[in-house]
């Protein structure tokens, strides 16, 4: 994209965002060093293997061979670079904050410098970056920078995402490091910041960077929260909750996305962020209410599918019920809070036998959903089902012919969990249909 010679980056931690991070900038021409204590992980990069489904990951990882370097030893990404991204995980603990045992042994390992900086793309709790700071100065590396640099990319358009941000976000207090990071985006950033992209440029303090990211989640998740009851509420009154999201949504303030209903929003990141942001609140006195409601209606909406079934089937023991996708949205194999393993749970639990088929996620989800049968299509999983459950929107379902799958079936309820099939359609091929928020006039 540019022929200056771009800095080089150090990228410590080799997940999804790390990944992204590090095969971004060197489409955008940098070398990255990437860093992982796996090493296992690390020996498969260097092979070329890449340890995620995301699209065009794999061929931009070739394409820039040359330019990405694999290593367990930090050392090396510290000889060659000047700003080490974290991209580390922050996995919830059972008290629902963020658990940065991985960042603080980052931190840990760095050594006094005066021309290195962190860059925090993981999400951190507000106030983990002036921790961190502190922690710097008590071990005599107040040498070392810090930034934080949060990352908005989506599973399933990772790279995309990375590539055309709707807006970078950086928090520093002054020094080099923060317009260092700012240079290495420039080509993405709009022409107003000296770019050829259409990204905005957010500076601000550390501490406010942090919080533009959980409020972000925040708020997408509780957008889809409020959908969701507003579908509730459709099935009850007769109203079609498709219609009155197009209405809602065609008011600039509101917007049409995140206003899709259906049965949770699932993931590694919004169910950990709120309820990370939840707990930050109440850590610091402060009861955040809604956010507490947000993770409620998730938690039902996962399980009204159970009532839907009920309501067709009477008892579900001794039932079979077919979930037509697994992985927490299309286009991953992701399984991490998949609304697939509640469901699953809930219905071995109720006596019901539980037969599945994802087109990518089978075998992460396999071991997740002890007891769960996969086929190795479609048809195959409904074959002999007394309902079926469409549980992720996988291109593939809306493609499926419902006929068929009508006749493949021994009972003919069909859940659709994510407003994926025509109700007329499905109607016509002889199934009894339920979406979200649609009432079944
Ligand atoms: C999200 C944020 O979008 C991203 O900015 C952040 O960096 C990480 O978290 P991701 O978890 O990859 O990204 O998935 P996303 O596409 O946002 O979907 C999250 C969940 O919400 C999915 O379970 C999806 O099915 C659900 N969802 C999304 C809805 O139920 N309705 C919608 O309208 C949109």
């Known amino acids: 994209m540019s022929n200056d010679k771009r800095e080089a980056i150090g990228v410590i931690g080799t997940g999804y965002v790390g990944l992204c991070t590090a095969v971004g900038f060197a489409e955008l021409g940098s070398e990255a ?4 204590i796996d090493a296992e992980k690390i020996a498969g990069l260097q092979r070329g293997e890449v340890p995620i489904h995301e699209p065009g990951l794999a061929e931009a990882i ?30 919830p603990t059972y008290s629902g904050d963020a658990d940065l045992s991985a960042v603080h042994s980052v931190v840990a390992a760095m050594p006094p410098s005066d021309h290195h900086a962190l860059v925090m793309k993981s ?7 002036e921790a961190i700071e502190r922690i710097f100065a008590e071990q005599g590396k107040d040498g ?33 490091a923060g317009d260092a990071v700012a240079d290495l985006y420039r080509p993405l950033l709009s022409a107003e910041h000296g770019g050829k992209g259409r990204s905005e440029l957010v500076r601000t303090d550390v501490a406010s960077a942090e919080m533009v990211k959980l409020a972000a989640n925040a708020f997408l998740a509780t957008k889809i929260s409020f959908i969701n009851e507003i579908a509730n509420v459709c099935e009850e009154t007769g109203a079609d909750v498709i219609e009155v999201a197009r209405g809602m949504g065609l008011d600039q303030r509101i917007g049409p996305k995140f206003l899709q209903p259906g049965i949770g929003f699932g993931g590694s990141c919004f169910p950990k962020d709120v309820s990370a942001l939840k707990q930050l609140a109440g850590n610091s006195g402060y009861h955040f209410q809604l956010l507490g409601a947000v993770i409620e209606v998730n938690e039902l909406q996962k399980r009204r599918v159970i009532g839907k ?23 991953t194999d992701d399984m991490r809070e998949a609304s697939s393993l509640v469901l699953a749970a809930r219905l071995q639990a109720a006596g019901s036998t539980v037969t599945a088929y994802d087109p990518i996620a089978e075998e992460v989800a396999a071991e997740m959903m002890p007891g769960v049968e996969f086929a190795s299509d479609a048809l195959g999983a409904v074959s002999g089902a007394d309902a079926v459950v469409l549980v992720t929107e996988w291109d593939e379902f809306a493609a499926l012919d419902l006929a068929e799958l009508a006749k493949a079936m021994t009972g003919d309820v069909l859940i659709d969990g994510r407003n994926l099939f025509d109700p007329k359609a499905a109607a016509a091929a002889g199934l009894r249909y339920e979406g979200v928020g649609r009432a079944s006039r």
């Open 123 to 129: 999400t951190v709790p507000v106030g983990t970056g």
């Open 62 to 91: 070739e394409r820039n061979r040359e330019r990405l370097h694999f290593s367990t030893d930090l050392a090396e990404a510290l000889e060659h670079t000047r700003l080490l991204f974290v991209a580390v995980g922050t996995p």
């Open 33 to 36: 060093w990437c860093v992982d």
């Open 144 to 176: 070392f920078s810090y930034v934080s640099c949060p990352e908005f990319l989506k599973e399933g358009t990772a790279l995309a995402d990375f590539l055309d941000p709707d807006r970078v976000v950086i928090g520093d207090d002054g020094g080099w």
């Open 309 to 331: 079934l009920e309501k067709h089937l009477g008892s579900l023991v001794g039932k079979h019920v077919a979930l037509l996708g697994v992985a927490f949205k299309p286009n």
